[in-house]
């Protein structure tokens, strides 16, 4: 049973669901002071965009998913993800990870080194185990690693690549992680909420959908057709809204807990297709990014560190108001950027500070409620 002191470093979730949700704040923080002019990074070394971007990929989002790998492999395998010393031990590298990306000082190496390190952490533990088929997940982190050694390089001149388009595929890999898992737990998830709920599964519509994404992305990062970029977005999007609709995503409404996926789920499907528009040229690719980022992995993001959060410390998985308030806070973020970012809007930057303020209300209600959840004991005495 963990006391009070030792509890946060019980199980990977509590300390980076808690560090991702503080670095998300002042992340938007810092980037709705750096749309003004002013802003406390000096960005001599790498812009305000660029920033930006790779903090919400690798300083929030990877961050949620390292927390998550080393919370699902413990429940997979049965074997001791790091913990206590060890799970501080990673903690700090975190933390001096994003000190090095905030000052662009020689810590960045720690950033460059520490999502190669949970993909060997939980990649030997999976291989321990003989759970092959969850080998994707560190393989992904594995490739974000290789991603971000491959941004800084270009961002020294080490390289001669274009810096925005590694952070796409970095957004990519997110989407990915999410494609992959959300196949798993929705539909199951969904199934338990709802007892008797008849579902349509597919197992070919299953694999087209994961299938052709991965081949839409592939495409987006290395070919110059368009119109073929377009078509397989397009297929991509169709394909995820005919699996989304066989999980029954309407008969969740009276369960937020559950609808908030099946709502997130559908941002990816909308991502591929605003991604489709965007490669036919009749509007820019900003808006598919930011569907991805804000309402699929930031709807996602918040759907499971509520969830996870209450069941790994013993509690009833049930959403009240404050989950109510962070759901609805992350689609009224994405409706205000969209809005924000609309041709020719004149009020870009009063709704740009609104969405972000959204944003981090969303996060800030979070950790507000989620604190003492998450660095307490569990409910109910049992270790984690």
């Avoid at 740009?352 to 996060?363: D, R, S, Y």
Wanted: with cysteine.
């Amino acid at each position: 049973m963990s006391n009070k002191k030792t509890a946060v470093l019980a199980l990977g979730f509590r300390p980076f669901y808690l560090l991702a949700a503080f670095w998300s704040v002042f992340s938007v923080f810092e980037w709705l002071l750096e749309l003004q002019g002013s802003g406390l990074r000096e960005s001599n070394y790498l812009l305000g965009k660029q920033w930006h971007a790779h903090e919400m990929i690798f300083g929030f989002a990877a961050t949620v998913v390292t927390g998550f790998a080393l919370t699902a492999v413990r429940a997979w395998t049965g074997l001791d993800t790091p913990k206590d010393i060890g799970l501080l031990t990673l903690v700090l590298l975190w933390i001096g990870a994003r000190a090095g990306v905030f000052t662009g000082s020689l810590l960045v190496i720690l950033d460059i080194l520490f999502l190669p390190i949970i993909a060997i952490v939980i990649g030997r533990l999976l291989l321990k185990a003989k759970m092959y088929r969850n080998l994707f997940l560190p393989l992904i982190l594995m490739l974000l690693g290789i991603l971000n050694l491959c941004f800084y390089l270009t961002i020294f001149e080490y390289l001669h690549l274009d810096a925005n388009y590694i952070i796409f595929s970095a957004l990519y890999l997110i989407v990915m992680i999410e494609i992959m898992i959300s196949n798993r737990i929705i539909p199951s998830f969904t199934a338990n909420a709802i007892p008797g709920l008849s579902q349509y599964k597919n197992p070919f519509i299953a694999k087209a959908a994961i299938l052709s994404s991965v081949a839409a992305f592939a495409l987006l990062i290395f070919s110059p057709i368009t119109i073929l970029n377009a078509c397989l977005c397009f297929m991509a999007g169709a394909f995820h809204l005919i699996l989304l609709w066989g999980w029954r995503p309407l008969s969740t409404k009276a369960k937020p807990i559950v609808w908030i996926l099946h709502i997130s789920y559908l941002w990816i499907s909308a991502g591929f297709i605003f991604m489709g528009i965007a490669q036919l040229g009749w509007m820019r690719i900003y808006p598919a990014l930011h569907i991805f980022g804000i309402g699929a992995t930031g709807g996602l993001i918040i759907a499971m560190i509520t969830r996870t959060a209450l069941g790994h410390t013993g509690r009833m998985i049930v959403a009240g108001r404050t989950e109510l308030a962070c759901y609805f806070g992350i689609q009224v973020t994405l409706m205000t950027w969209l809005l924000a970012n609309s041709k020719h809007n004149a009020w870009f930057y009063p709704l740009m500070v609104i969405a972000g303020f959204c944003w981090m209300g969303v996060f800030i209600i979070y950790v507000i409620k989620y604190f003492p959840i998450l660095t307490g004991p569990r409910v109910d005495g049992k270790p984690g």
